[in-house]
């Protein structure tokens, strides 16, 4: 088997083991990971669901979990970690709840004892573990400046403050932790809007060149994180806010050219977006646009209909052409030109038999008709030889007695 693993045997001792990680070694202590090339075991990539590569799959009792994160070794360490501990990690102590609190920028604690919304806590953390940390503790361990109404609760800890799980205003639990996981502000990048299309929220990115510090990229850079902190009652039900270096990524996914610096609003789950239709100003402006999308009064642009899917194909298409020739100008040429040159060639040769067929057939029903036309032209000739000279009209017989008398 062309893999490479450390400790229990792949698929017999092994309890927790990574598939595609070959860095993690030495990284995880108990860990056993191994490296599989799923094209020349199939049987496994099979029997595991693989269905692009790479992929990296991380294997605890009869579960397994997919990386979805950035492809990095300190991201994919992390998620080995969280993965493969327990699903709920007790917090016995305040000193072990401020550790945890400086250690993790965005994690989910259960505060009580045995309930329903355990049950709930116990099956979204088992879904969810590959994303975020899941902790219980009780009311002592909880820090003072932590106010609870009701008992048991959850309540998430990120941007240096909490929120508590409302089942009334925010729904289902495991939806809660899904959209809450996120912090207020981030630093987008391809792999983060991805994630946050499961959260159906809309996405509020400042796009500027972090290069330049000229008074109004860092505007609209700090607007975005002043709407994000100041309005967060308002907004964090329905959007996401961040920022973006640079507009290449952004110009691929909206399949349009935007001017840096600017604000664009993305609905991932559709693939709409909302450009400015006003010179941000302040956060007042930006919050007036916020409320300009949510009432329907800014058109929306892009979606996912046949047309844009059609657009989408032809754009990339394009890109990928593009990419190719700036890129390597000698392959591009010999990627492409060589099948326009044989395409062309077959093209002129199909072209070319058809004329010399036409004109052979032409030739042969010509002869055809030569040979055959002598014989009836005999017959009109002999028809028509009568008629110019004098008349070949066979001898009448005389009567008898005329003959006898000549005799006489």
Not at 38 to 43: E, K, N, P, R, V
Not at 170 to 198: A, H, K, P, V
Not at 260 to 287: C, G, H, W
Not at 362 to 386: C, D, G, I, L, N
């Amino acid at each position: 088997m062309a893999a490479r693993s450390r400790g229990a045997a792949l698929g017999l001792c092994a309890t927790v083991f990574l598939l595609d990680v070959a860095f993690c070694k030495g990284f995880v202590e108990d860990l056993d990971e191994s490296i599989v090339y799923s094209f020349s075991y199939q049987g496994i990539a099979s029997e595991f669901g693989v269905r692009g590569y790479p992929t990296i799959k991380l294997l605890k009792g009869d579960l397994a979990y997919n990386y979805r994160g950035p492809r990095t070794k300190d991201d994919i360490i992390e998620f080995a970690h969280r993965v493969s501990g327990a699903l709920i990690r007790p917090l016995p102590s305040q000193q072990m709840f401020e550790h945890v609190q400086k250690r993790h920028r965005v994690f989910f604690v259960y505060i009580g004892g045995e309930s329903p919304l355990k049950e709930k806590y116990i099956d979204a953390a088992s879904e969810l573990i590959v994303y975020t940390y899941f902790f219980s503790a009780s009311e002592e361990v909880v820090p003072e400046y932590v106010t609870l109404k009701e008992m048991p609760a959850v309540l998430v800890f990120k941007d240096e403050t909490y929120f508590v799980y409302d089942e009334y205003e925010d729904g289902d639990l495991s939806s809660w932790i899904n959209r809450e996981r996120f912090q207020n502000y981030l630093t987008m990048d391809g792999f983060l809007l991805y994630e946050l299309g499961d959260t159906g929220k809309l996405v509020a990115i400042a796009v500027v060149d972090e290069k330049n510090t000229s008074i109004e990229h860092t505007r609209l850079k700090s607007v975005i994180q002043e709407v994000a902190r100041d309005y967060r009652d308002q907004f964090h039900r329905d959007f996401q806010f961040g920022h973006m270096d640079g507009n290449e990524y952004i110009n691929t996914l909206l399949m349009d050219e935007l001017k840096v610096p600017t604000v664009v609003v993305l609905n991932t789950s559709n693939q709409q977006y909302f450009l400015l239709d006003r010179q941000i100003k302040n956060a007042e402006d930006m919050v007036q646009f916020i409320n300009n999308i949510l009432d329907g009064t800014v058109n929306a642009q892009g979606g996912d209909s046949i047309v844009q899917r059609l657009k989408r194909i032809v754009f990339d298409a394009k890109s990928t052409i593009v990419s190719i020739f700036k890129s390597s100008p000698l392959m591009g040429c010999f990627l492409f030109g060589l099948p326009l040159g044989v395409i062309s060639i077959m093209c002129y040769g199909i072209y070319t038999a058809d004329t010399d067929g036409g004109y052979i057939e032409e030739r042969y029903e010509v002869s055809k008709s030569e040979t055959e036309s002598p014989e009836p032209v005999e017959e009109s000739k002999e028809q028509q030889e009568p008629r110019s000279g004098d008349p070949l009209v066979p001898a009448v017989q005389e009567p008898k007695d005329v003959l006898e008398k000549k005799k006489d």
